[in-house]
């Protein structure tokens, strides 16, 4: 094999190795000095939109009846606070309401507790939640319907509906499940290694994979107190205004974790400074005159294209940052031909 020789003054001292400043123009060498910086550390997850559990409201009744009509008889359906879902027969509010004019026509008549009679009747009537619209109609008008007209206790989407015209109803039984969906939660599956870089607060960027063109900006507002034994994640919750609506359950999207960044600041190096063999990780120091000395380091959190330094090196230290690897074979191949350099035999 034909053996490259090495010149007197391009050899390293036995630490570094020194090239010429033609070649070093040639690979392109850079190099940037170590500073004190804060690091926040991006983290990416994946997310589905899901309702806003404080905005879900249930639909049920406080007393036996029968379903005579049904104004919202869809799922999906959106209604308004106060709109009419369905009419009522109930004997028992039949009662109450007939129970509220003998009260108000006692009062007429001048019966000493016709006070107390009365304000019992009307408080009866809300007890089993009579819309106040159909009580004053009572009073007023001395009349007792036949039916309640059940209002909508919130706007909204009919996202479960369990309710058939001609259907008898009991208290407590679930008819209508309305979600409000003007503010939706996106929740991300982060994984356990990243948890330290999201707190509560932090901001995300959060893309709907239906608009990948028109990311949203939100915050954290709860890290879930357990992780998926599955996967070895934890559920994220941003919270999302959506006022047009476009957010639909269960959506998939992209969530970008902003990261929260450490208050003090350490001394970073760029990502494209570090070697690292697998083993150990090097960066090479410039010291000037084109020389160059490998060092091992002890890194730690990476962030925004950089990487905390532990061990090995104090700011305001140049390091190289581009063509690294070239001068990595460039030390190795002259310490492979300084081993072929056999000592002199004594005459």
Do not use: C
Not at 24 to 44: F, H, N, S, W, Y
Not at 85 to 109: C, N, T, W
Not at 146 to 174: C, F, H, M, Y
Not at 258 to 281: F, H, M, N, W, Y
Request: no cysteine; glycine share 8%.
């Amino acid at each position: 094999m034909d053996y490259i020789p090495v010149y007197e003054g391009d050899a390293g001292d036995g630490n570094s190795v020194k090239v010429s400043l033609d070649k070093i123009q040639r690979i392109g060498v850079k190099t940037e000095a170590a500073q004190l910086r804060t690091l926040a550390q991006p983290v990416r997850a994946v997310g589905t939109v899901e309702h806003d559990e404080s905005r879900v409201t249930v639909v049920t009744v406080r007393t036996e009846g029968y379903i005579e009509d049904l104004f919202v008889n869809k799922t999906g359906q959106h209604v308004h606070a106060g709109e009419p879902l369905f009419r009522m027969y109930s004997p028992e509010i039949q009662r109450a309401q007939g129970d509220l004019i003998v009260a108000v026509r006692s009062g007429k008549h001048g019966m000493s507790d016709e006070g107390d009679i009365l304000s019992g009747s009307i408080q009866r009537l809300r007890n089993l939640s009579v819309p106040e619209s159909q009580i004053k109609e009572v009073r007023e008008k001395g009349t007792n319907p036949r039916t309640v007209d059940w209002p909508s206790p919130a706007t909204g989407d009919v996202i479960e509906k369990r309710i058939l015209n001609g259907q008898r109803v009991t208290p407590g039984v679930e008819l209508y499940r309305i979600a409000n969906h003007d503010v939706v939660w996106v929740v991300a599956d982060v994984a356990e290694g990243d948890l330290h870089a999201v707190g509560i607060g932090s901001h995300a960027t959060v893309t709907l994979r239906a608009y990948p063109a028109e990311p949203m900006q939100g915050e954290v507002t709860l890290i879930y107190p357990e992780l998926k034994p599955e996967t070895r994640t934890a559920r994220v919750r941003i919270e999302l205004p959506n006022p047009d609506g476009r957010l639909k359950v269960d959506m998939y999207t992209d969530v970008l974790f902003q990261g929260e960044a450490d208050l003090k600041a350490v001394v970073t190096v760029p990502d494209s400074a570090v070697i690292d063999s697998g083993t150990r990780q090097v960066v090479l120091m410039a010291k000037g005159e084109g020389r160059f000395e490998p060092r091992a380091v002890k890194l730690g959190r990476h962030g925004n294209g950089y990487v905390e330094v532990l061990q090995g090196i104090s700011e305001g230290e140049e390091v190289v940052t581009s063509a690294t690897f070239l001068i990595d074979a460039e030390s190795n191949l002259k310490a492979a031909l300084a081993a072929f350099k056999q000592p002199e035999v004594p005459k």
